[in-house]
Protein backbone atom coordinates (compact mmCIF):
# COMPACT_ATOMS: atom_id res chain seq x y z
CA UNK A 1 0.00 0.00 0.00
CA UNK A 2 1.57 3.04 -1.50
CA UNK A 3 -0.23 6.04 1.31
CA UNK A 4 -1.52 5.42 4.65
CA UNK A 5 -3.66 7.76 6.18
CA UNK A 6 -3.21 7.81 10.02
CA UNK A 7 -6.70 7.89 11.91
CA UNK A 8 -5.20 6.12 14.91
CA UNK A 9 -2.11 7.04 17.10
CA UNK A 10 -0.63 5.28 20.10
CA UNK A 11 1.88 7.71 21.70
CA UNK A 12 4.81 6.27 24.71
CA UNK A 13 7.64 7.93 25.05
CA UNK A 14 10.08 8.32 27.46
CA UNK A 15 11.48 11.35 26.05
CA UNK A 16 8.70 13.57 25.94
CA UNK A 17 10.41 16.45 24.28
CA UNK A 18 7.90 17.77 21.14
CA UNK A 19 5.29 15.40 21.93
CA UNK A 20 2.60 17.46 23.11
CA UNK A 21 3.10 19.66 19.86
CA UNK A 22 2.95 16.51 17.57
CA UNK A 23 -0.31 15.09 19.48
CA UNK A 24 -1.81 19.20 19.14
CA UNK A 25 -1.47 18.34 15.41
CA UNK A 26 -2.50 15.16 15.39
CA UNK A 27 -5.56 16.10 17.11
CA UNK A 28 -6.44 18.76 15.18
CA UNK A 29 -6.04 16.50 11.88
CA UNK A 30 -8.79 14.13 13.38
CA UNK A 31 -6.62 11.32 15.06
CA UNK A 32 -7.81 9.63 17.64
CA UNK A 33 -5.39 9.91 20.40
CA UNK A 34 -4.09 6.85 22.53
CA UNK A 35 -1.40 6.76 25.23
CA UNK A 36 0.21 5.10 28.28
CA UNK A 37 1.18 6.42 31.88
CA UNK A 38 3.40 9.86 31.60
CA UNK A 39 2.47 10.60 28.14
CA UNK A 40 -1.14 10.43 28.61
CA UNK A 41 -0.72 12.74 31.64
CA UNK A 42 1.22 15.08 29.61
CA UNK A 43 -1.35 15.49 26.65
CA UNK A 44 -4.22 15.57 29.15
CA UNK A 45 -2.94 18.34 31.17
CA UNK A 46 -2.39 20.20 27.51
CA UNK A 47 -6.18 20.00 27.40
CA UNK A 48 -5.75 16.82 24.44
CA UNK A 49 -8.53 14.13 24.17
CA UNK A 50 -6.79 10.44 25.19
CA UNK A 51 -7.46 7.43 25.23
CA UNK A 52 -5.28 4.88 28.18
CA UNK A 53 -4.07 1.82 26.47
CA UNK A 54 -5.95 0.55 28.90
CA UNK A 55 -9.60 1.08 27.82
CA UNK A 56 -8.37 -0.57 24.31
CA UNK A 57 -7.13 -3.49 26.30
CA UNK A 58 -9.41 -3.51 29.35
CA UNK A 59 -6.48 -4.51 31.68
CA UNK A 60 -4.90 -2.03 33.73
CA UNK A 61 -1.58 -0.76 33.50
CA UNK A 62 0.63 -3.22 35.87
CA UNK A 63 3.85 -4.62 37.66
CA UNK A 64 4.84 -0.84 38.30
CA UNK A 65 4.20 -0.32 34.50
CA UNK A 66 5.68 -3.35 33.18
CA UNK A 67 2.58 -4.50 31.72
CA UNK A 68 0.84 -1.58 30.00
CA UNK A 69 1.60 -2.25 26.21
CA UNK A 70 2.21 -6.24 26.15
CA UNK A 71 -1.27 -7.08 24.84
CA UNK A 72 -3.28 -8.93 21.45
CA UNK A 73 -4.81 -5.48 20.94
CA UNK A 74 -2.08 -3.81 20.71
CA UNK A 75 0.25 -5.50 18.76
CA UNK A 76 -2.72 -7.42 16.74
CA UNK A 77 -3.72 -3.29 15.86
CA UNK A 78 0.20 -2.88 14.41
CA UNK A 79 0.86 -6.14 13.06
CA UNK A 80 -2.31 -6.82 11.42
CA UNK A 81 -1.94 -6.89 7.75
CA UNK A 82 -4.72 -4.81 6.39
CA UNK A 83 -5.63 -6.55 2.60
CA UNK A 84 -4.96 -10.22 4.50
CA UNK A 85 -8.59 -11.29 4.45
CA UNK A 86 -7.80 -14.14 7.37
CA UNK A 87 -6.15 -11.05 9.84
CA UNK A 88 -9.20 -8.39 8.89
CA UNK A 89 -11.69 -11.41 10.11
CA UNK A 90 -8.84 -12.07 13.25
CA UNK A 91 -9.39 -8.07 14.34
CA UNK A 92 -13.73 -8.46 13.73
CA UNK A 93 -13.42 -11.15 15.67
CA UNK A 94 -11.55 -10.06 18.83
CA UNK A 95 -12.53 -6.06 18.78
CA UNK A 96 -8.97 -5.11 17.58
CA UNK A 97 -8.91 -1.90 15.67
CA UNK A 98 -6.26 -0.57 13.47
CA UNK A 99 -3.03 1.26 14.88
CA UNK A 100 -1.93 3.81 11.49
CA UNK A 101 0.87 5.33 13.77
CA UNK A 102 2.68 4.29 16.55
CA UNK A 103 5.41 7.13 18.03
CA UNK A 104 7.75 5.45 20.58
CA UNK A 105 11.31 6.75 22.48
CA UNK A 106 12.31 3.63 24.67
CA UNK A 107 13.43 3.94 28.52
CA UNK A 108 16.81 6.05 28.93
CA UNK A 109 19.01 3.00 29.58
CA UNK A 110 22.02 4.62 28.33
CA UNK A 111 21.78 7.89 30.41
CA UNK A 112 20.78 5.58 33.69
CA UNK A 113 23.96 3.75 33.44
CA UNK A 114 26.44 6.86 32.66
CA UNK A 115 25.36 8.87 35.95
CA UNK A 116 26.10 5.92 37.47
CA UNK A 117 22.56 4.49 38.73
CA UNK A 118 22.17 1.21 41.03
CA UNK A 119 22.15 -1.90 38.94
CA UNK A 120 18.35 -2.62 39.96
CA UNK A 121 17.60 0.89 38.84
CA UNK A 122 19.85 0.26 35.59
CA UNK A 123 18.01 -3.04 35.29
CA UNK A 124 14.39 -0.78 35.72
CA UNK A 125 15.19 0.92 33.23
CA UNK A 126 15.56 -1.62 30.65
CA UNK A 127 12.39 -1.66 28.53
CA UNK A 128 10.78 -4.35 27.22
CA UNK A 129 6.96 -3.32 25.43
CA UNK A 130 8.77 0.08 23.50
CA UNK A 131 10.87 -2.10 21.73
CA UNK A 132 8.31 -5.03 21.03
CA UNK A 133 5.68 -2.15 19.59
CA UNK A 134 8.99 -0.73 17.84
CA UNK A 135 9.21 -3.79 16.16
CA UNK A 136 5.89 -4.86 15.35
CA UNK A 137 4.99 -1.77 13.50
CA UNK A 138 8.58 -1.35 11.60
CA UNK A 139 7.41 -4.77 10.46
CA UNK A 140 4.49 -4.43 9.36
CA UNK A 141 5.50 -0.62 7.33
CA UNK A 142 3.12 -1.43 4.73
CA UNK A 143 0.30 -0.11 6.68
CA UNK A 144 1.89 1.25 10.11
CA UNK A 145 3.90 4.02 10.84
CA UNK A 146 6.87 4.07 13.08
CA UNK A 147 8.67 7.39 14.33
CA UNK A 148 11.24 7.29 17.06
CA UNK A 149 13.17 10.00 16.93
CA UNK A 150 11.53 13.56 18.10
CA UNK A 151 14.00 15.45 15.78
CA UNK A 152 11.52 13.65 13.13
CA UNK A 153 8.19 14.71 14.59
CA UNK A 154 8.32 18.21 12.00
CA UNK A 155 8.87 15.91 9.19
CA UNK A 156 6.27 13.51 10.00
CA UNK A 157 3.98 16.65 10.15
CA UNK A 158 4.81 17.81 6.72
CA UNK A 159 4.57 14.74 5.56
CA UNK A 160 0.85 14.18 6.80
CA UNK A 161 0.15 18.21 5.11
CA UNK A 162 1.61 17.10 1.96
CA UNK A 163 -0.67 13.95 1.60
CA UNK A 164 -3.90 14.43 3.33
CA UNK A 165 -3.43 13.25 6.74
CA UNK A 166 -1.40 9.95 4.98
CA UNK A 167 1.86 8.69 4.90
CA UNK A 168 3.70 7.10 2.03
CA UNK A 169 5.72 3.98 1.79
CA UNK A 170 9.04 5.87 1.19
CA UNK A 171 8.68 7.63 4.41
CA UNK A 172 7.15 4.65 6.08
CA UNK A 173 10.86 2.20 4.83
CA UNK A 174 13.00 5.26 6.06
CA UNK A 175 11.36 5.36 9.60
CA UNK A 176 11.04 1.52 9.57
CA UNK A 177 15.04 1.33 8.67
CA UNK A 178 15.69 4.08 11.61
CA UNK A 179 13.74 2.34 14.27
CA UNK A 180 15.20 -1.28 13.58
CA UNK A 181 18.58 0.28 14.20
CA UNK A 182 17.31 1.98 17.46
CA UNK A 183 16.37 -1.44 18.83
CA UNK A 184 19.45 -3.14 17.77
CA UNK A 185 21.62 -0.53 19.08
CA UNK A 186 19.66 -0.22 22.03
CA UNK A 187 19.91 -4.01 22.65
CA UNK A 188 24.00 -3.74 21.77
CA UNK A 189 23.93 -1.19 24.77
CA UNK A 190 22.03 -3.63 27.36
CA UNK A 191 23.87 -7.02 26.20
CA UNK A 192 27.65 -4.63 26.52
CA UNK A 193 26.37 -3.73 30.22
CA UNK A 194 25.62 -7.27 30.65
CA UNK A 195 28.79 -8.56 29.32
CA UNK A 196 31.64 -5.75 30.54
CA UNK A 197 29.69 -2.85 32.27
CA UNK A 198 27.99 -4.59 34.52
CA UNK A 199 31.01 -6.52 36.26
CA UNK A 200 31.97 -4.46 39.16
CA UNK A 201 27.77 -3.84 39.76
CA UNK A 202 27.24 -7.18 39.71
CA UNK A 203 25.96 -8.29 43.52
CA UNK A 204 28.01 -11.37 43.08
CA UNK A 205 30.90 -8.92 42.48
CA UNK A 206 33.23 -8.82 39.37
CA UNK A 207 34.52 -12.23 40.05
CA UNK A 208 31.26 -13.07 39.17
CA UNK A 209 31.88 -12.43 34.91
CA UNK A 210 35.46 -13.32 35.07
CA UNK A 211 35.12 -16.35 35.12
CA UNK A 212 33.73 -15.63 31.10
CA UNK A 213 34.51 -11.86 30.60
CA UNK A 214 33.96 -12.09 26.89
CA UNK A 215 30.34 -13.07 25.25
CA UNK A 216 29.41 -15.31 22.27
CA UNK A 217 28.04 -12.92 20.23
CA UNK A 218 29.40 -8.97 20.48
CA UNK A 219 27.22 -6.57 19.36
CA UNK A 220 28.20 -3.08 18.67
CA UNK A 221 26.25 0.00 19.80
CA UNK A 222 27.37 2.80 17.46
CA UNK A 223 25.86 5.88 15.93
CA UNK A 224 27.47 7.62 12.83
CA UNK A 225 28.88 11.39 13.82
CA UNK A 226 31.46 13.44 11.41
CA UNK A 227 31.94 11.82 7.78
CA UNK A 228 35.44 12.72 7.40
CA UNK A 229 37.50 14.24 4.20
CA UNK A 230 39.27 10.89 3.99
CA UNK A 231 41.26 8.38 6.02
CA UNK A 232 45.03 7.98 6.89
CA UNK A 233 45.34 8.79 3.02
CA UNK A 234 43.65 10.46 0.27
CA UNK A 235 42.47 7.45 -1.44
CA UNK A 236 40.78 6.03 1.96
CA UNK A 237 37.21 6.99 2.81
CA UNK A 238 36.84 7.60 7.10
CA UNK A 239 34.03 8.33 9.20
CA UNK A 240 33.65 8.96 12.91
CA UNK A 241 31.49 6.81 15.13
CA UNK A 242 30.04 7.22 18.47
CA UNK A 243 29.31 5.20 20.91
CA UNK A 244 25.35 5.22 22.14
CA UNK A 245 26.35 5.93 25.67
CA UNK A 246 26.03 8.78 26.66
CA UNK A 247 28.49 10.60 29.14
CA UNK A 248 31.67 9.72 27.25
CA UNK A 249 34.81 12.09 27.27
CA UNK A 250 37.01 12.11 24.45
CA UNK A 251 38.10 13.49 21.53
CA UNK A 252 34.75 13.49 19.27
CA UNK A 253 33.00 14.91 22.39
CA UNK A 254 35.14 17.62 22.14
CA UNK A 255 33.77 21.26 21.47
CA UNK A 256 36.25 22.90 18.68
CA UNK A 257 35.91 26.18 18.81
CA UNK A 258 37.82 27.12 15.31
CA UNK A 259 39.98 25.16 12.71
CA UNK A 260 39.27 23.29 9.25
CA UNK A 261 37.53 20.04 10.41
CA UNK A 262 39.09 17.31 12.10
CA UNK A 263 41.38 14.67 9.86
CA UNK A 264 41.43 10.47 10.13
CA UNK A 265 45.26 11.38 11.33
CA UNK A 266 43.98 14.46 13.83
CA UNK A 267 41.45 11.92 15.57
CA UNK A 268 44.38 9.16 16.17
CA UNK A 269 46.95 11.69 17.14
CA UNK A 270 45.05 13.47 19.52
CA UNK A 271 43.26 10.47 21.12
CA UNK A 272 46.91 9.25 22.07
CA UNK A 273 48.06 12.96 23.05
CA UNK A 274 44.47 13.48 25.17
CA UNK A 275 45.03 9.30 26.63
CA UNK A 276 48.64 10.35 28.00
CA UNK A 277 48.16 13.96 29.41
CA UNK A 278 45.11 12.22 31.17
CA UNK A 279 47.42 10.24 33.04
CA UNK A 280 48.70 13.72 34.33
CA UNK A 281 44.93 15.21 35.74
CA UNK A 282 45.16 16.03 39.43
CA UNK A 283 49.01 16.98 38.82
CA UNK A 284 51.07 19.31 38.49
CA UNK A 285 50.88 21.40 34.96
CA UNK A 286 51.89 19.09 32.42
CA UNK A 287 52.00 19.38 28.50
CA UNK A 288 52.41 16.80 26.11
CA UNK A 289 53.08 16.60 22.18
CA UNK A 290 52.60 14.16 19.82
CA UNK A 291 53.12 13.48 16.24
CA UNK A 292 52.23 10.54 14.65
CA UNK A 293 50.61 8.52 17.72
CA UNK A 294 53.94 8.78 19.84
CA UNK A 295 55.08 11.69 22.33
CA UNK A 296 57.78 13.68 21.32
CA UNK A 297 57.89 15.97 24.66
CA UNK A 298 56.16 15.45 27.43
CA UNK A 299 56.82 17.72 30.94
CA UNK A 300 55.47 18.91 34.69
CA UNK A 301 56.15 22.18 35.57
CA UNK A 302 54.94 24.66 38.22
CA UNK A 303 52.91 26.63 35.22
CA UNK A 304 51.67 25.56 32.58
CA UNK A 305 54.20 27.94 29.86
CA UNK A 306 56.82 26.47 31.73
CA UNK A 307 55.49 22.75 31.19
CA UNK A 308 55.24 23.82 26.99
CA UNK A 309 58.83 25.25 27.11
CA UNK A 310 60.45 21.71 28.44
CA UNK A 311 58.23 19.51 26.46
CA UNK A 312 58.93 21.45 23.42
CA UNK A 313 62.86 21.39 23.95
CA UNK A 314 62.64 17.36 24.00
CA UNK A 315 62.19 17.44 20.51
CA UNK A 316 61.30 20.90 18.66
CA UNK A 317 61.75 19.70 15.32
CA UNK A 318 58.93 16.83 16.08
CA UNK A 319 56.75 18.73 17.50
CA UNK A 320 56.40 20.86 14.04
CA UNK A 321 53.01 20.29 13.08
CA UNK A 322 52.12 18.30 16.07
CA UNK A 323 49.30 17.75 18.43
CA UNK A 324 49.25 19.08 21.64
CA UNK A 325 47.41 18.49 25.05
CA UNK A 326 47.50 20.04 28.94
CA UNK A 327 45.74 18.69 32.00
CA UNK A 328 44.97 22.39 32.76
CA UNK A 329 42.71 25.00 31.09
CA UNK A 330 44.78 27.15 28.69
CA UNK A 331 46.08 30.39 29.63
CA UNK A 332 47.20 33.38 27.24
CA UNK A 333 50.82 33.35 27.72
CA UNK A 334 50.78 29.42 27.36
CA UNK A 335 48.55 29.65 24.06
CA UNK A 336 50.69 32.38 22.20
CA UNK A 337 54.02 30.34 23.18
CA UNK A 338 52.31 27.33 21.55
CA UNK A 339 51.26 29.78 18.51
CA UNK A 340 54.79 30.48 18.04
CA UNK A 341 54.98 27.37 15.89
CA UNK A 342 53.39 25.18 13.60
CA UNK A 343 50.59 23.45 15.73
CA UNK A 344 47.34 21.10 14.02
CA UNK A 345 45.28 20.67 17.19
CA UNK A 346 45.35 21.75 20.69
CA UNK A 347 43.44 20.08 23.36
CA UNK A 348 42.83 20.66 26.73
CA UNK A 349 40.11 20.81 29.43
CA UNK A 350 39.00 24.63 29.12
CA UNK A 351 40.65 28.25 27.62
CA UNK A 352 40.33 31.03 29.04
CA UNK A 353 39.87 33.96 26.94
CA UNK A 354 43.10 35.51 26.13
CA UNK A 355 43.84 31.94 24.94
CA UNK A 356 41.12 31.79 22.87
CA UNK A 357 42.20 35.23 21.82
CA UNK A 358 46.03 33.96 21.02
CA UNK A 359 44.53 30.70 18.86
CA UNK A 360 42.55 33.02 17.02
CA UNK A 361 44.73 34.61 15.05
CA UNK A 362 46.19 31.06 13.74
CA UNK A 363 42.47 30.23 11.78
CA UNK A 364 44.30 26.89 10.63
CA UNK A 365 45.00 25.73 14.09
CA UNK A 366 42.25 23.47 15.76
CA UNK A 367 41.39 24.26 19.27
CA UNK A 368 39.31 21.73 21.15
CA UNK A 369 37.75 22.20 24.49
CA UNK A 370 36.90 19.21 26.55
CA UNK A 371 34.52 19.59 29.75
CA UNK A 372 37.23 17.52 31.90
CA UNK A 373 39.51 15.07 31.13
CA UNK A 374 38.96 11.33 30.05
CA UNK A 375 39.64 8.70 33.66
CA UNK A 376 43.07 7.89 32.45
CA UNK A 377 42.84 4.28 33.77
CA UNK A 378 38.94 3.78 33.58
CA UNK A 379 37.70 0.35 32.88
CA UNK A 380 36.43 -0.71 29.19
CA UNK A 381 37.73 -2.30 26.38
CA UNK A 382 39.46 -1.65 23.22
CA UNK A 383 38.68 -3.05 19.95
CA UNK A 384 40.92 -3.82 16.73
CA UNK A 385 40.00 -5.20 13.09
CA UNK A 386 42.43 -7.74 11.77
CA UNK A 387 41.70 -9.65 8.11
CA UNK A 388 39.06 -11.79 9.24
CA UNK A 389 37.95 -11.18 12.50
CA UNK A 390 37.87 -8.24 15.52
CA UNK A 391 40.48 -8.51 18.27
CA UNK A 392 39.42 -7.18 22.10
CA UNK A 393 40.91 -6.60 24.90
CA UNK A 394 40.57 -5.07 28.36
CA UNK A 395 42.52 -1.79 28.27
CA UNK A 396 46.07 -1.23 29.76
CA UNK A 397 45.25 0.13 32.96
CA UNK A 398 48.38 -0.85 34.38
CA UNK A 399 49.76 1.20 37.38
CA UNK A 400 52.58 0.77 39.39
CA UNK A 401 53.82 2.73 42.83
CA UNK A 402 56.92 2.95 44.88
CA UNK A 403 55.60 0.11 46.80
CA UNK A 404 55.28 -1.80 43.48
CA UNK A 405 59.05 -0.98 42.52
CA UNK A 406 61.64 -4.10 43.20
CA UNK A 407 65.21 -2.55 43.45
CA UNK A 408 67.64 -5.58 42.18
CA UNK A 409 71.13 -3.62 42.08
CA UNK A 410 73.60 -3.04 44.72
CA UNK A 411 72.83 0.66 44.52
CA UNK A 412 69.93 2.11 45.81
CA UNK A 413 68.06 4.69 43.90
CA UNK A 414 67.24 8.43 45.12
CA UNK A 415 63.99 9.66 45.99
CA UNK A 416 64.57 11.75 43.22
CA UNK A 417 65.60 9.26 40.45
CA UNK A 418 62.16 6.87 42.18
CA UNK A 419 60.26 9.81 40.85
CA UNK A 420 61.83 9.75 37.31
CA UNK A 421 61.17 6.61 37.13
CA UNK A 422 57.79 7.06 38.11
CA UNK A 423 57.41 9.45 35.37
CA UNK A 424 59.34 8.20 32.23
CA UNK A 425 57.98 4.45 33.50
CA UNK A 426 54.49 6.84 32.49
CA UNK A 427 55.23 8.13 29.55
CA UNK A 428 56.33 4.77 28.09
CA UNK A 429 53.18 3.28 28.76
CA UNK A 430 52.11 5.28 25.71
CA UNK A 431 55.20 4.71 23.15
CA UNK A 432 54.64 2.16 20.51
CA UNK A 433 57.33 -0.66 21.05
CA UNK A 434 59.74 -1.14 21.65
CA UNK A 435 59.56 1.91 23.55
CA UNK A 436 62.98 3.52 24.98
CA UNK A 437 62.00 6.71 27.61
CA UNK A 438 64.60 8.92 29.05
CA UNK A 439 63.26 11.19 31.66
CA UNK A 440 64.71 13.31 34.32
CA UNK A 441 62.95 15.65 36.75
CA UNK A 442 59.09 15.56 35.56
CA UNK A 443 60.41 16.39 31.81
CA UNK A 444 61.39 13.56 29.05
CA UNK A 445 65.33 13.89 27.91
CA UNK A 446 64.50 11.38 24.79
CA UNK A 447 62.01 9.04 23.25
CA UNK A 448 62.41 6.09 21.19
CA UNK A 449 59.72 4.56 19.34
CA UNK A 450 58.43 1.80 17.44
CA UNK A 451 62.00 0.26 16.56
CA UNK A 452 62.05 -3.34 15.51
CA UNK A 453 64.91 -3.99 18.56
CA UNK A 454 64.71 -2.62 22.02
CA UNK A 455 68.86 -0.97 21.71
CA UNK A 456 67.76 0.80 18.52
CA UNK A 457 65.14 2.76 20.34
CA UNK A 458 67.43 3.64 23.28
CA UNK A 459 69.78 4.93 20.40
CA UNK A 460 67.35 6.82 19.03
CA UNK A 461 66.11 8.33 21.81
CA UNK A 462 69.78 9.34 22.84
CA UNK A 463 70.23 11.02 19.66
CA UNK A 464 67.43 13.01 20.25
CA UNK A 465 68.50 14.36 23.54
CA UNK A 466 72.02 14.87 22.60
CA UNK A 467 70.32 17.06 19.51
CA UNK A 468 68.36 19.05 22.03
CA UNK A 469 71.39 20.00 23.96
CA UNK A 470 72.57 20.85 21.17
CA UNK A 471 70.03 23.14 19.98
CA UNK A 472 69.09 25.02 23.14
CA UNK A 473 72.98 25.17 23.54
CA UNK A 474 73.00 23.24 27.38
CA UNK A 475 76.18 21.95 28.01
CA UNK A 476 75.33 18.22 28.61
CA UNK A 477 71.89 15.89 27.05
CA UNK A 478 68.98 15.81 29.84
CA UNK A 479 70.19 12.17 29.88
CA UNK A 480 73.11 12.71 31.95
CA UNK A 481 71.47 11.58 35.60
CA UNK A 482 68.08 10.52 34.60
CA UNK A 483 65.75 7.95 34.38
CA UNK A 484 65.54 5.30 31.27
CA UNK A 485 62.60 2.86 31.38
CA UNK A 486 61.53 0.52 29.06
CA UNK A 487 58.53 -1.07 28.13
CA UNK A 488 59.50 -4.61 28.31
CA UNK A 489 62.28 -6.44 30.33
CA UNK A 490 65.92 -5.20 28.84
CA UNK A 491 66.75 -9.17 27.09
CA UNK A 492 70.77 -8.15 26.70
CA UNK A 493 72.88 -6.03 28.51
CA UNK A 494 73.31 -4.42 25.37
CA UNK A 495 69.77 -2.32 26.38
CA UNK A 496 71.91 -1.47 29.80
CA UNK A 497 74.76 -0.41 27.97
CA UNK A 498 72.80 1.96 25.77
CA UNK A 499 71.36 3.65 29.11
CA UNK A 500 75.01 3.80 30.58
CA UNK A 501 76.44 5.87 27.20
CA UNK A 502 73.63 8.00 27.24
CA UNK A 503 74.72 9.13 31.11
CA UNK A 504 71.56 7.80 32.83
CA UNK A 505 71.89 6.69 36.53
CA UNK A 506 68.59 4.33 37.12
CA UNK A 507 66.97 2.32 34.66
CA UNK A 508 63.44 1.53 35.42
CA UNK A 509 61.91 -2.17 33.29
CA UNK A 510 59.73 -5.07 33.71
CA UNK A 511 62.61 -8.09 34.37
CA UNK A 512 61.39 -11.57 33.72
CA UNK A 513 64.16 -11.89 30.75
CA UNK A 514 65.95 -15.31 30.91
CA UNK A 515 69.45 -13.32 30.85
CA UNK A 516 68.39 -10.64 34.09
CA UNK A 517 71.50 -11.42 35.92
CA UNK A 518 73.37 -10.91 33.51
CA UNK A 519 71.56 -7.59 32.66
CA UNK A 520 71.70 -6.86 36.71
CA UNK A 521 75.44 -7.32 36.31
CA UNK A 522 76.19 -5.22 33.93
CA UNK A 523 74.22 -2.19 35.89
CA UNK A 524 75.86 -3.21 38.98
CA UNK A 525 79.49 -3.25 37.04
CA UNK A 526 78.72 0.26 35.87
CA UNK A 527 77.08 1.69 39.30
CA UNK A 528 73.92 2.51 38.57
CA UNK A 529 70.56 1.31 39.98
CA UNK A 530 67.46 -0.90 38.55
CA UNK A 531 64.08 -1.46 39.60
CA UNK A 532 62.28 -4.12 38.39
CA UNK A 533 58.07 -3.38 38.04
CA UNK A 534 56.89 -6.74 37.15
CA UNK A 535 54.76 -5.54 34.65
CA UNK A 536 55.29 -4.49 31.07
CA UNK A 537 53.05 -1.55 28.01
CA UNK A 538 53.35 -3.38 25.01
CA UNK A 539 51.65 -1.15 22.46
CA UNK A 540 51.53 -1.57 19.14
Known amino acids: MTQVTIRRALLSVSDKTGIVELASKLAKGGVELVSTGGTARALRDAGLPVLDVSDLTGFPEMMDGRVKTLHPVVHGGLLAVRDNEEHVDAMDAHDIGPIDLLVVNLYPFEETVARGASREEIVENIDIGGPAMVRSASKNHGFVTIVTDPEDYEELAAELADNDG ?44 KATPFVDKMPLAF ?52 ELVSEFAGGDPAVVIVKHANPCGVAQAGTLLEAWQAALACDSVSAFGGIVATNFPLDGPTAAAICEIFTEVVIAPGADEAA ?46 LEDLKVVTK ?15 KVAKHVKSNAIVFAKEGVTAGIG ?41 LPFADGIDVAIEAGASVVIQPGGAMRDEEVIRAADEAGIAMVFTGMRHFRH
Open 166 to 209: ATSLAFRIRMAAKAFAKTASYDAAIANWFAFGDAFANPLGPEAL
Open 223 to 274: RKGEVLRYGENPHQIAAVYLPQAVGAQGVPQAEQLQGKELSYNNYNDADAAL
Open 356 to 401: RTAFAAKKNLRLLLLDELPQANRPGFQMKTIAGGLLLQSRDNGEVS
Open 411 to 425: RQPSEQELSDCLFAW
Open 449 to 489: AGQMNRRDSGRIAAVRAREAAETAGWSEPRTTGSAMASDAF
